[in-house]
């Protein structure tokens, strides 16, 4: 996938989540094995994730439909809110 970062494309190797795969996340797995992951949404969406059963950082990038970068943060283990001010369409988690 390639996201547009100020002006500049970069390009992420990432793995596309089923339905089930969207309620785990990066949950329960081993950062030697975690693959950065894609959620997609069919609408603008605000929804709030949180990093619980996450047992190592990861960076979370939030994206319009155009893969624009609207907002990023570093979320350690175990938060319960992670969340932008921005409407969204697609998040991607990266293990750290």
């Known amino acids: 996938m390639i996201i547009k970062l100020k002006n500049k494309d970069i390009e992420i190797p990432v793995k596309k989540l089923s339905i089930f795969g969207k309620f785990n996340g990066l949950m329960f797995s081993r950062r030697e094995k975690a693959a950065p992951l894609i959620f997609e ?3 603008p969406t605000k929804t709030i994730f949180h ?3 996450c047992f190592f950082p990861f960076l979370i990038i939030w994206l319009d439909k155009e893969n624009n ?3 990023s943060r570093i979320c350690k283990p175990f938060m319960l809110k992670i969340t ?3 409407p969204f369409t697609k998040v991607i988690e990266i293990p750290v």
């Open 51 to 53: 990093s619980l059963f």
């Open 69 to 71: 970068v609207l907002d």
């Open 41 to 43: 949404f069919k609408k």
């Open 84 to 86: 932008t001010t921005k």
